[in-house]
Every structure is written in C-alpha cells, then in structure tokens.
C-alpha cells in the first residue's frame, strides 16, 4: 500500500534561518506531489506542485523553493525564513493525475519566531 | 475552476445524519464536486467526489442536483469523530490542482 511520509512534525526556526521539509511518498511511482502551507484558522493555500522529476510548478510569489531531486521524494526550503511562513505545511500526493483524489500527509507544523 | 460556498460551520447531534450544503452555481460541464474534510492538526482526508450521479461510498454521500449548482454531503450517522472542517471543491477534470475555500466546520455533540 502507498504512504506518504512528512518530517519534522513540528519546528520552530529563527527569523532568517533556512529551511528544509522533506516529503516522501513510498508504494507508488511516478506521483503528482503538491505542497500546501495552511496558515492558522485559515484554508490550504496550494504553494508547489510537481509532475516528475526536476518538474516544479510554482502557484504563488514567496519566499520558498521546492524541489524533486528522486521520484518519491518532494522537499520544500527557505534560503531566509520570515515571520509569515509560519504554518502548518502539507505534502499531498495522487496517483493518477486524471482522478486527482490527493491524499495528504501528516504534516509540519512550522513556527517562526 | 469554479468557486464554492459553504456555511462557516453547522452544529449536528450524534447518532444523527449531517447534511452540509455547498453551492457551486458557476460549475462548468467538466468540473468534478470533491469533498475533503480536515480534522484539527491533521491533513485533509479525502471523502468523495462526483460529476452528475449521486454517489455513495463507506464515508458519505452525495447528492448533486440536476442543474448541478449545488451539492449535499451527507454523513448518515454521525459520530463525534465526524467532528471536522469540511471543504467541498469544484475541479476540472484536465487539472492537477484542487482549490481549497475555508470550508465548514462540523461540530458533532453527543
């Protein structure tokens, strides 16, 4: 069976610090992947999604980057945090991109201080 | 895609059905209904989707009207599990990406 794997849990990072969460979807191949951030009361704000390998469409300016360096394996940096990327931040995967039934993961709940 | 309304939260007792509405007056022929549901500090679950037929699954059900502006979910009988933010999404079928709204909040009571 397929499942996707988020870590860290939680984090708490300094203002300008970098940043690095890693998603990794294991069962499948070839998967769309999706990252979402969810700021506090509010709705999921879809930031990145990729296609394959390399594939990163990115959905809204900011201050983060996402890569697909493996197959599986979707991560999601800042070179320099800010307060608002604060957040609890999803990684979401579907294996077949014509039915789109996401399945998300546990997620990483991000404070910035 | 097109945009969705839901209420901003609806209270139901346990044991009871919950039904949450969704209006989606501007979907477009290809445009699939999807319904998710978050519970606190978790990721979203998928629950179910359709296109013009009532579905029904181990989960839900739902409901869309013949003009296809709206859509009920339903949870015949609620538990306070059930207890969630519920996102109801209307998506292309030739996308990749779903659009979440700020969704409704079930608050199920025993």
């Known amino acids: 069976s397929q499942t996707i794997h988020q870590w860290p849990a939680t984090l708490v990072q300094p203002v300008g610090s970098p940043l690095s969460l890693e998603c990794t979807v294991e069962?499948?191949?070839?998967?769309?992947l999706y990252w979402y951030r969810q700021a506090a009361g509010r709705g999921l704000q879809l930031l990145f999604y990729?296609?394959?390998?390399?594939?990163i469409s990115s959905e809204v300016p900011q201050n983060l980057s996402a890569s697909r360096p493996q197959d599986r394996q979707f991560i999601l940096s800042s070179k320099k945090l800010l307060l608002s990327d604060s957040g609890f931040y999803l990684c979401?995967?579907?294996?077949?991109?014509?039915?789109?039934?996401?399945?998300f993961g546990p997620g990483t709940r991000l404070t910035v201080l | 895609d097109a945009k969705t309304t839901q209420p901003p939260s609806m209270d139901c007792a346990e044991g009871r059905a919950a039904n949450l509405p969704c209006n989606h007056s501007?979907?477009?022929?290809?445009?699939?209904v999807y319904w998710y549901r978050q519970i606190h500090s978790q990721g979203p679950q998928y629950i179910i989707h359709?296109?013009?037929n009532n579905e029904t699954n181990e989960m839900a059900s739902l409901i869309i009207t013949e003009d296809r502006k709206s859509s009920t979910l339903i949870l015949p009988h609620a538990t306070l599990r059930d207890t969630a933010v519920y996102y109801c999404?209307?998506?292309?079928?030739?996308?990749?990406?779903?659009?979440f709204g700020t969704g409704t909040r079930l608050q199920v009571f025993p």
């Open positions: 990729s296609v394959g390998i390399g594939q």
């Open positions: 999404i209307a998506r292309s079928y030739n996308t990749d990406k779903l659009i």
């Open positions: 501007t979907i477009s022929g290809n445009e699939y």
């Open positions: 979401a995967w579907t294996p077949d991109p014509s039915t789109d039934t996401q399945y």
């Open positions: 359709g296109l013009k």
């Open positions: 069962g499948t191949s070839n998967p769309n």
